[in-house]
Nanobody, 124 residues
């Protein structure tokens, strides 16, 4: 059973660059054909796919975020990390990580496993 657990800073001041971590257990993040995704859900809105990193370290991102995100993995710690550059109050959301096989799960129905989510609030 694959399990994912997010952790993050909680409260972030505007213009800072928070790092959110997703710890993975039950599967190696380098296992062939696995993809590791980040989503977020802002208050009153649906889930938004942010981006993903695959088993080989290749990344893909939602162009609507205009290059404000970066995802990288630490295979020794079995985790992958999302950086959100120059945070604004509009980035306030619950952030989720998810695992998928065969490709990034840009549609939530194609994600295989989910974390519980972590709240990030951007406020001065």
């Amino acid at each position: 059973q694959v399990q994912l657990q997010e952790s993050g800073p909680g409260l972030v001041k505007p213009s800072k660059t928070p790092a959110l971590i997703c710890a993975v257990s039950g599967e190696s993040i380098t296992t062939n054909n696995w993809y590791w995704n980040w989503f977020r859900q802002a208050p009153g809105k649906g889930l938004e796919w942010i981006g993903a990193i695959d088993y080989s370290g290749t990344t893909s991102y939602n162009p609507s975020l205009s290059g404000r995100t970066s995802i990288w993995s630490d295979t020794s710690k079995h985790q992958f990390t999302l950086h959100l550059f120059s945070a604004t109050p509009e980035d306030t959301a619950v952030y989720y990580c998810a695992g998928s096989t065969g490709g990034a799960c840009k549609e939530t129905s194609t994600c295989n496993y989910w974390g519980q989510g972590t709240q990030v609030t951007v406020s001065s």
